[in-house]
């Protein structure tokens, strides 16, 4: 069956920085497209960043702009999520998510449409 499984929150504090990696297993990992989305108490999921198959094409949350890079290695069948100069609004759960290009298409941001999910890793962000 298909798993993914995050690794790497923590706690730092605001201006610091914390790579998140989500390992991937059971897929074709080189065919799909992979996003992170996260969480906050008491609110919605919310899209932060997307990579297509290849890693040619990046997408981001205008919030992280600047500030995170999504990346992937399809030898090794992960992704990541480099954060800097985080905030205390990164304070979240952090997921990763795999999704088919037919899925997708060019709604990247739309958790719904993404087939498989992480558990999660959660990321503290003290000010």
């Known amino acids: 069956q298909v798993q993914l499984v995050e690794s790497g929150g923590g706690l730092v504090q605001a201006g610091g920085s914390l790579r998140l990696s989500c390992a991937a297993s059971?897929?074709?990992?080189?065919?799909?497209?992979m996003g992170w989305f996260r969480q906050a108490p008491g609110k919605e999921r919310e899209f932060v960043a997307a990579?297509?198959?290849?890693?040619?094409?990046?997408y981001y949350a205008d919030s992280v702009k600047g500030r995170f890079t999504i990346s992937r290695d399809n030898a090794k069948n992960t992704v990541s999520l480099q954060m800097n100069s985080l905030k205390p609004e990164d304070t979240a759960d952090y997921y990763c998510?795999?999704?088919?290009?037919?899925?997708?298409?060019?709604?990247?941001?739309?958790?719904?449409?993404?087939?498989?999910w992480g558990q999660g890793t959660q990321v503290t962000v003290s000010s």
């Open positions: 998510a795999s999704g088919s290009s037919i899925n997708l298409g060019s709604r990247l941001s739309q958790p719904s449409l993404y087939q498989y």
């Open positions: 059971g897929l074709t990992f080189s065919t799909y497209y």
């Open positions: 990579i297509r198959w290849s890693g040619a094409s990046t």
